[in-house]
C-alpha cells in the first residue's frame, strides 16, 4: 500500500515465550490467593468428611506410630535418645515427620485429584499443590498439642526456643512442596508414581533421624546425611524442644537442597503444566 509515492510499513509484533524467572509467573498465584484459601480449606474439610473422629484423627495417627515405636526401637531395641525420655524424643521428630509425609503426599496427588477442575477452569495450575501443602497445617498444629501434654507428662521443662518451632515447621513444609511439585508433574504422566510414593515415604523415615539421635551417625558421614531436608529440620525440632547442640549447621545444608529442588521443581511444573488438560 503506498500513500503520495511512500509505503506504509506494518509495525510487527513478535511474541517470544517467557524465559528466565518470569516464566514462573508467580504474581498470577498472588493474584489468584482467594482460591488458595478455598482450596485449602475445601481439603480440610473433604479429608474428614463423613469420618466418626473428625479431626481425632490428627491425634490418632502421630499416637499410634508412637506406641509402636517406643515399644519397638526404645524398650526393646534400646536405642538412645540423649537423656529425653524416648516416647517425648520420637513425638518431637514424628511431628515434622508427617507435616512433611502429608503435606508431600497431598502435594504430589493434588494434580491427579484436581483433574475435573484443571480440564475445564483456567487458574495458574501451581495453586493445586501449594493448597496441598498448606492443608497440612492444621493437622501439624492439633498434634503439637499432643506433644506439649507428653512433655508435662515426663516433667519435660517447656523452654523459650519453642518459639522457633514456626521457623523449623515451614522448612519442613517448603522442602515438601520441592519434592512435590516434581512429583506432582511426573504423576500426571507416569501413573505408577502414586504406587511408588508409600515406599519412597518409609524409605525416608528410616533414613531420616525420627527413631534415632543423630549423634549415632558418623562423623564422616554427616555432611552426606545433612543432605536429606529432613535432617535439619528435625533437628531444630529436637533442639527447640530440648536445648543440645546448635541445628543450625544442618538446617542450613538441609535448605540449601530443599531450595535447589524447589527452583527446579517451578521450572519444571511450569513446563510441564501445558500437557495436564490434555494428559489429565
Known amino acids: 500500500m503506498s500513500y503520495h509515492g511512500h509505503t506504509a510499513e506494518i509495525p510487527t509484533i513478535e511474541i517470544r515465550p517467557a524465559s528466565g524467572w518470569s516464566a514462573l509467573d508467580l504474581g498470577s498465584v498472588w493474584e489468584y490467593r482467594e482460591l488458595v484459601y478455598y482450596m ?16 481425632g484423627w490428627a491425634v490418632l495417627q502421630p499416637l499410634g ?35 512433611f509425609s502429608n503435606a508431600f503426599s497431598g502435594a504430589a496427588n493434588s494434580v491427579t485429584g484436581n483433574a475435573a477442575v484443571i480440564g475445564k477452569v483456567y487458574f495458574p495450575r501451581l495453586i493445586v ?10 493437622d501439624f498444629a492439633i498434634a503439637l498439642f499432643l506433644l506439649f501434654g507428653l512433655m508435662v507428662w515426663y516433667g519435660v521443662p517447656l523452654r523459650v526456643t519453642l518459639l522457633a518451632l514456626p521457623l523449623f515447621a515451614l522448612a519442613a513444609l517448603v522442602a515438601a512442596l520441592a519434592v512435590g511439585l516434581w512429583t506432582a508433574a511426573l504423576n500426571v504422566k507416569y501413573r505408577d508414581v502414586r504406587y511408588l510414593l508409600p515406599y519412597a515415604l518409609q524409605l525416608w523415615l528410616f533414613v531420616s533421624p525420627v527413631l534415632y539421635s543423630v549423634s549415632l551417625i558418623p562423623d564422616r558421614w554427616r555432611v552426606l546425611y545433612s543432605l536429606n531436608p529432613l535432617v535439619g529440620v528435625i533437628q531444630g525440632f529436637r533442639w527447640a524442644l530440648f536445648g543440645g547442640d546448635s541445628p543450625w549447621p544442618l538446617l542450613a545444608s538441609s535448605m540449601l537442597v530443599s531450595t535447589v529442588w524447589l527452583i527446579g521443581g517451578l521450572f519444571y511444573f511450569r513446563r510441564a503444566e501445558d500437557e495436564f488438560s490434555d494428559i489429565i
Open 65 to 99: 506410630s508412637l506406641i509402636v515405636f517406643s515399644l519397638l526401637f526404645g524398650r526393646l531395641a534400646g536405642l538412645p535418645s540423649e537423656g529425653v525420655p524416648y516416647p517425648v524424643f520420637t513425638m518431637a521428630a514424628l511431628l515434622p515427620w508427617q507435616l
Open 40 to 55: 485449602v480449606w475445601r481439603d480440610i474439610k473433604v479429608r474428614y468428611k463423613q469420618t466418626a473422629l473428625g479431626i
Open 129 to 138: 499443590p501449594i493448597a496441598a501443602v498448606v492443608a497440612t497445617i492444621v
